[in-house]
């Protein structure tokens, strides 16, 4: 059991039969009430917070099980025990099945037995408040779970709404590039091609279309990957005087990639012609 403290109230209309009982569960742990009616327990019960009561059946004005059937309406999570003689077993039975009681002794019992009972049935209450409660922490966690995944949702609808939106935007951007009626290349600063548009394909640089994942210098000789490195490690454009491999003059302008992407690359439009180098 908890460090929770359980009630136990007794109800007898002797009173040397609550005391018997006060004197047997004296040292058991639980707190112990006493009533000599019915009308009273229920009183007691509106007044203390119990958890196990033990009633006497014969009693005047009310007897047992039409206690604990007032018991069971008002305080349906409380265990009802019921004492009652040998002659009144078949309304005890009765009682039993419908729910109003949860054990019953016969008249005398045996002092060991009804002691361990009571205990148990502190334990029993016990075990179905932790179990009640453990429902009712899965309930909540349940709960916020599923607030959890909503927001998740809403979440994961957002940046999905957002990635396609920026994709579409990547697309066009790629489908400008690729239009555009300037021949532009995209260089590594390993000196690949990464980028090359509908217009740069159409060159005829070195007697062969311009592809990428070449080294540039397969285009333009050796020369060219050195003056594209200083343009790349630069913020500056420039223009550069070069010629094809297959004789054509070039004049490259050069534009250095800039934010995050500074010092990772170039940008080359390609026109015929030549040109100084700046």
């Known amino acids: 059991m908890s460090d929770k403290q359980y009630t136990v109230l007794c109800v007898d209309d002797e009173q040397n039969i609550l005391s018997a009982l006060k004197r047997l569960l004296r040292k058991e742990p639980y707190r112990l009430l006493t009533a000599g009616s019915g009308s009273q327990g229920l009183t007691m019960m509106d007044e203390n917070e119990v958890h196990v ?93 599923k607030q959890i995944n909503e927001r998740l949702e809403e979440t994961v609808a957002e940046r999905t709404q957002f990635l396609e939106v920026q994709n579409q935007a990547l697309q066009i951007s790629h489908a400008v590039l690729n239009d555009l009626p300037l021949p532009i290349v995209g260089v590594s600063r390993e000196m690949i091609i990464a980028l090359v548009n509908k217009a740069a394909r159409a060159l005829a640089v070195a007697d062969q279309p311009l592809n990428v994942g070449e080294r540039v210098s397969t285009y333009f000789g050796d020369g060219i990957e050195a003056s594209l490195e200083r343009v790349c490690n630069s913020v500056e454009s420039g223009c550069i005087a070069a010629q094809g491999v297959g004789g054509t003059p070039f004049r490259l302008e050069t534009i250095p990639l800039s934010g995050r992407f500074k010092g990772k690359g170039v940008i080359v439009t390609i026109k015929e012609g030549a040109a100084a180098e700046v």
């Not at 039409?66 to 019921?82: M, Q, S």
């Open 53 to 145: 009561v033990v009633s006497d059946q014969r009693m005047p004005g009310m007897n047992g099980t039409e206690f604990l059937k007032e018991v069971k309406t008002n305080h349906p999570d409380v265990l009802r025990i019921i004492l009652t003689g040998y002659t009144e077993v078949d309304s005890i039975t009765a009682a039993i099945n419908e729910g109003s009681v949860y054990k019953f002794f016969l008249k005398p019992w045996n002092d060991h037995n009804l002691k361990l009972e009571i205990r148990q049935a502190v334990e029993q209450y016990a075990l179905m408040e932790t179990n009640k409660q453990l429902h009712e922490t899965v309930i909540a966690q349940n709960d916020e779970l």
